[in-house]
């Protein structure tokens, strides 16, 4: 949450990933039907599902990620570690 | 494969926004915990008509690619024990099978009633003694004054370190020692089983980490992401082979669950370690009284107490529904309000190095 005064903030890769995220998004939720179709086959098309949420964590984890940092949500700079 | 028209609910605007808005909530809470929101989104997306196996499959399915997410993150601040998160995780899918192997014995023994009972009871009995020790634990080391200190080993991770058995013996970097692999495995076990009981294994994997093993709150905590991210992976994909997992509900939840997860990791940075214990501890003691109202329910289901009447039926399951949203809720505001006070002392603390820096530039000390 500290607001980084120094390090440039992450805005572009913002922009990118967050298009990025809304078109995945936008193309899930308007093939609902062939998706459902191929992902309740079961069988092989299990990869499908899975395959889909591993690239969705990637993109839309990135854009989260970044999020946070460009609002000035960031790890304490005292970071708080184990032992 | 199973027939879609039953098992795929149609999705309108509010279904998305009530489970992104639940996903967020979820996500915050397992970003800091390292487990918890799980619990509650089954029975909300089954509260939308998506059948149970379903939900459970979704919910697994947003499960590992948001623990992943987190997993990296709290790495990023040294918390995660990888080689431990993997070693847990491995028994734990074992967990997971056998776990999911007895639900489907006492289903077709007892049918739904009867595996909704067994669920509520070992959610009942499980979070009582477990939730129960912790939050006195968390409430110790309050009263004690010792929030700040390092945590202190107890008697049995002293003893495990004692033992040493040939040839079994591996070097964990969140213990800083060497223990004897054969102690993990019956922990990652209870850990995947209760997965697969309740959705989350947390409960256990947190605390018997801490309190078994030794290891730190906010390295437990970050391990256990590595666990369910394991245990996830394997029960999706077990899942999708049946052609059960909504990949639109996952994916939704997952929406709402990365903007959580990534908050509710910054706030470990935050926080002191003992409230990783006062927020799983408070989640596990209202959710046990959540589910123990259900408990009558299910056992007027089954026969084994007078038939309750359908208004009391729809109270209690109202009420208990009410009482888990309620404790994720809670669970966030406590995370968000340490988030806050620790933003606000770590403020001061840059401010006073400031102060003291520009004294000393112009050469006052």
Known sequence: MATSTTRKKPVAMLVVTGIFSIIMYAALLSQQDLVLKLC???????????????????????????????????????????? | MHDLATNFINLDTITI??????????????GFIGSGGAFVLTPAMMSLGVPGLVAVASNMCHKFPKALVGAIKRAKYGQVDVKLGIVLGISAEAGVLYGAHIQERIKLAFGDAGSNLYVSVAF????????GFVIRDAWKTYTAGNADAEEKLGLLPLWVRTVNIPGTMVYFKSLNARISILFTIPLGFATGLLAATI????????????????????????????IAFVMGLGGSFKFALSGLVDIRLAMIILAGSLFGIQLGAIGTTYVKPFMIKVVMGVIMVIV??????????????????????????SILKTTSFGIMIFALLLGAFIVLGAMWTGRKEEMRREARL???SGAMEHGEI
Request: glycine share 14%; aromatic share 12%; net charge positive.
């Open chain 2, 124 to 131: 009942v009995v499980i979070l009582a003694l477990v939730g």
């Open chain 2, 288 to 313: 046990l009284f959540s589910r123990g109202l259900m408990v009558p329910v299910y056992m007027s289901q089954l026969g084994l107490m007078d038939k309750l009447g359908d208004t009391t039926t």
């Open chain 2, 354 to 356: 400031r102060q003291t």
């Open chain 1, 40 to 83: 309740g086959k079961g069988g092989l098309n299990a990869f499908l599902p899975i395959i889909t949420a591993f690239a969705f964590s990637i993109i839309h984890g990135t854009f989260t990620g970044h999020f946070w940092t460009v609002l000035g949500f960031e790890a304490a700079k005292r970071k708080k570690e184990g032992h």
């Open chain 2, 17 to 30: 926004l009530y489970l992104f808005a639940v996903g967020f909530v979820g996500g915050l809470v397992s």
């Open chain 2, 199 to 226: 959705a989350v294994g947390g409960f256990i994997g947190v605390p018997s980490m801490i309190y078994v093993l030794g290891a730190p709150s906010l390295m437990a905590s970050a391990t256990e992401l590595v």
